[in-house]
């Protein structure tokens, strides 16, 4: 059974950060790639945020590249995604899956004000 929970959106000023966390089911985590997508308002279309490998490995959206930061617990079938130096273009629904994604969880709610 797929199940995803995303945690820790928050309203936050520009240039402030924020910690989001996901934990995921076994099907989802045995994904060899993981990510964090987004949905930003107006936009019917999520759009691929940060993506981590089984073995540690990194890549990045242009968009957050040198911001944010993506890391996983491997015991704790948990993702995370460390959000710093926020914009409010960042403003999004945050949601964790596997790349490709599967089901979608409900996601978390970003909020950046200037």
């Known amino acids: 059974q797929v199940q995803l929970v995303e945690s820790g959106g928050d309203l936050v000023q520009a240039g402030g950060s924020l910690r989001l966390s996901c934990t995921l089911s076994?099907?989802?985590?045995?994904?060899?790639?993981l990510a964090w997508y987004r949905q930003t308002p107006g936009n019917q279309q999520r759009e691929w945020v940060a993506?981590?490998?089984?073995?540690?490995?990194?890549n990045y959206a242009t968009f957050v590249k040198g911001r944010f930061t993506i890391s996983r617990h491997n015991a704790e079938n948990r993702l995370f995604l460390q959000m710093d130096s926020l914009l409010p273009e960042d403003t999004a629904v945050y949601y964790c899956?596997?790349?490709?994604?599967?089901?979608w969880g409900q996601g978390t709610q970003v909020t950046v004000s200037s």
């Open positions: 076994d099907a989802v985590f045995a994904f060899n790639n």
């Open positions: 899956n596997g790349l490709p994604p599967s089901t």
């Open positions: 993506r981590i490998g089984k073995n540690g490995s990194t």
